[in-house]
């Protein structure tokens, strides 16, 4: 069973940021979170991933609260190409990736 | 590197007859997963192997499903005999176990239609 909660479904207003969250209370301290997309029949894609400190790559940034229960997504300027489902993962090292329904993400022009 | 291949991208068989899905993973990576998604239950994970050897199968349905990694660069997924609540897409997807906790890349997946 996924390890974690997302909201089923939200909007986002083309260019503007889009905040995905997801709640992971019971993480352990190993457990690495990571964020995929899936574009409708598409494979899922990766998006980023992190330990415990914030990230930020070319897509998106990850915020994790300090006590690693919460995390969330933000696509800075999100475009139309953005809407797709959204799945936040917690794996351990060498483990497989288990996913959840995630949140689909609708931006509107 | 062309990413993870799979193929065939789309498949339609008669109930009953075997089908077999192949699975080029990412050359250098160590492990290499397959998953299965349908409307009713998300993506599921069916198999994962490490080093060719087979780590997890407490995903695989039923007999009638098999997997194979003969080497580090081909995988296979066999049903025999296929039904129709096996159509779905399969997704195989790869990953290298390197110093960090790296993300795994998925293939375009197969589209399984038994009729």
């Known amino acids: 069973d996924a390890k974690t909660t997302q909201p089923p479904s939200m909007d986002c207003a083309e260019g503007r940021a889009a905040n995905l969250p997801c709640n992971h209370s019971?993480?352990?301290?190993?457990?690495?979170v990571y964020w995929y997309r899936q574009i409708h029949s598409q494979g899922p894609q990766y998006i980023i991933h992190?330990?415990?400190n914030n990230e930020t790559n070319e897509m998106a940034s990850l915020i994790i609260t300090e006590d690693r229960k919460s995390s969330t997504l933000i696509l800075p300027h999100a475009t139309l190409r953005d809407t797709a489902v959204y799945y936040c993962?917690?794996?351990?090292?060498?483990?497989?990736?288990?996913f959840g329904p995630g949140t689909r993400l609708s931006v509107l022009p | 590197d062309a990413g993870v291949i799979q193929s065939p991208r789309h498949e339609v068989t008669e109930m009953g007859q075997e089908v077999t899905l192949r699975c080029k993973p990412i050359?250098?990576?160590?492990?290499l997963f397959w998953y299965r998604q349908t409307m009713m239950r998300g993506l599921e994970l069916l198999i994962y192997?490490?080093?060719?050897?087979?780590?997890?199968d407490s995903g695989m349905p039923e007999d009638r499903f098999s997997a194979k990694m003969p080497n580090a660069s081909f995988s296979t997924l066999k049903i025999q005999p296929s039904e129709p609540r096996d159509s779905a897409v399969y997704f195989c997807?790869?990953?290298?176990?390197?110093?960090?906790?790296?993300?795994?890349?998925f293939g375009q997946g197969t589209r399984l239609t038994v009729v």
């Open positions: 997807a790869s990953s290298f176990a390197g110093q960090m906790n790296t993300e795994a890349f």
């Open positions: 019971t993480i352990s301290g190993n457990e690495y």
């Open positions: 992190g330990l415990k």
């Open positions: 993962i917690v794996r351990v090292y060498g483990q497989n990736f288990v």
């Open positions: 050359s250098g990576h160590d492990y």
């Open positions: 192997f490490n080093n060719n050897v087979p780590i997890d």
